[in-house]
């Protein structure tokens, strides 16, 4: 079974701009959470997406965004790129999101934003 | 408040070794706890999660984590460090989000160095 895939896996943009990361989750899975890894701020919540609603979200600004499609994969959006926003977001997927199951990460996408 | 506080930045040990990786916790509730490994330019990797029953929960590669409700601790442990698992690991607990559904909170990790 293939694991979770994200793409790209690096990025360079500058100051303003907006982004778009994709993620597939493994097949059958149907929730994907979205986390951003800083060495400063650690792994934080963004959101989780189950049978395309976002179900859960954590305390990012509105600049960024998601969604999940029919087939589950899922797309994460940042608007008006801040070089704050330079980090390391990781998807993971789950078979239903439940909070005692486990989750398997994909590699992540690099974000550098100058 | 609930939070996930791992008190090391780094842990070294020489192989074959035990090691113990810290975790404590602060959640409302019966908690829900999880440890992580993270290669390098890699994703996180499942290691091992404690929902209820024993204390002593035993997880992939080698691993076991001891839950402690009294001191709040989830500590990782295994009883001979191999070079192999040198990595960043994580532990988590279930917490609320804003709008009360949950989600996991995690520590700011930990770099476990298995020098040879």
């Not at chain 1, 994200?6 to 982004?19: A, E």
């Not at chain 1, 977001?89 to 990460?105: H, R």
């Amino acid at each position: 079974k293939a694991g979770v895939t994200q793409t790209p896996r690096y990025l360079i943009k500058t100051r303003g701009q907006q982004v778009t990361l994709s993620c597939s989750p493994i097949s059958g899975h149907r929730s994907v959470s979205w986390y951003q890894q800083t060495p400063g701020q650690g792994l934080q919540f963004l959101f989780e997406y189950f049978s395309e609603t976002q179900r859960n979200k954590g305390n990012f600004p509105g600049r960024f965004s998601g969604r999940q499609f029919s087939n589950s994969r899922s797309e994460m959006n940042v608007s008006t790129l801040e070089l704050g926003d330079s980090a390391l977001y990781l998807c993971a997927s789950s078979p239903w999101g439940g909070d005692n199951e486990k989750l398997f990460f994909g590699s992540g996408t690099q974000l550098s934003v100058l | 408040a609930q939070s996930v506080a791992q008190p090391e930045d780094q842990v070294n040990v020489a192989e074959g070794n035990p090691l113990t990786v810290k975790c404590t916790y602060s959640v409302s509730g019966n908690p829900y706890l999880f440890w992580y490994v993270q290669y390098p330019n890699r994703g996180l990797q499942f290691l091992l999660k404690y929902i209820t029953g024993d204390n002593l929960v035993k997880g992939s590669y080698g691993f076991e984590a001891e839950f402690n409700k009294s001191q709040t601790s989830f500590h990782l442990k295994k009883p001979s460090a191999l070079v192999s698992d040198s990595a960043l690991y994580f532990c988590a607990v279930r917490g609320l989000s804003m709008d009360s559904s949950y989600k996991l909170i995690f520590g700011s990790g930990t770099r476990l160095l298995v020098r040879p």
